[in-house]
């Protein structure tokens, strides 16, 4: 699933910051394309805000994705989009689930291969990369803290099944996590692993992270 019901507050700019262009493209485009085209993917569903729709008409046109209303929140809107694929996850059909940020137009096939081979593997698995500038200050002594810190990405990839699961213990139960991971932690005992990211995996947060991931796509 990817999820794009975010804003673009923080870019500055009025409308979702995933239907922005870069490289000639809506983010969003480029970050579908990354699932739509690994053959390993069986299901593509994106999960987006009703007002957007007209946005998100131009930006599915071709492609053969299931579009799902998210909720008020993360975990709302992914809890949706394992609602829609409740069927093909009981019946087996769907083994492993991928969630991915439509803000992340750069991940590599690569990276979602090596996810979804642990997430198989392992039950769950996240791609970090280790934080090399972060550091501790406490009673004016400062510690370096980045082979504790792990800068988290998506995609995240966790076995269909317990994930389908967790999130509906976690609705009946009222618990809202900090991340998909916090679910399947407190409501299951699967594993969860961590995997290498991509320094180029970036989020598109702010203006200049426009920048940066037009001139890698351009450059490709």
């Not at 007002?51 to 071709?62: F, L, M, N, Y």
């Not at 996850?89 to 991915?100: F, P």
């Not at 406490?138 to 998506?154: F, R, Y």
Request: some cysteine; proline content about 5%.
């Amino acid at each position: 699933m990817v999820l794009a019901g975010g804003s673009g507050t923080r870019v500055g700019r009025e409308i979702n910051k995933v239907y922005l262009p870069i490289a000639g493209r809506p983010i969003l485009a480029w970050s579908l394309e990354a699932f739509a085209a690994h053959p390993d993917i069986s299901a593509l569903v994106l999960v987006t805000r009703p007002q957007d729709v007209e946005h998100v008409e131009k930006v599915v046109a071709g492609m053969d994705v299931d579009v799902v209303p998210g909720g008020d929140t993360r975990q709302g809107s992914e809890l949706a989009a394992l609602r829609h694929l409740a069927g093909r996850i009981t019946s087996g059909e769907i083994d492993t689930v991928l969630i991915h940020d439509g803000a992340r137009p750069l991940v590599s096939a690569d990276l979602v291969a090596d996810v979804l081979r642990a997430a198989r593997r392992y039950g769950g698995a996240i791609p970090g990369l280790m934080s090399e500038d972060l550091a501790l200050a406490t009673n004016g002594h400062v510690t370096p803290i980045s082979d504790e810190l792990v800068a988290v990405q998506t995609p995240q990839g966790f076995l269909a099944a317990p994930l389908l699961a967790a999130y509906e213990q976690a609705a009946e139960e009222g618990f809202v996590g900090t991340d998909t991971a916090s679910c399947i932690e407190r409501f299951t005992d699967v594993q969860v692993r961590w995997v290498p990211g991509e320094q180029r995996n970036l989020k598109v947060t702010f203006e200049h992270d426009l920048l940066v991931a037009e001139r890698i796509l351009e450059s490709r």
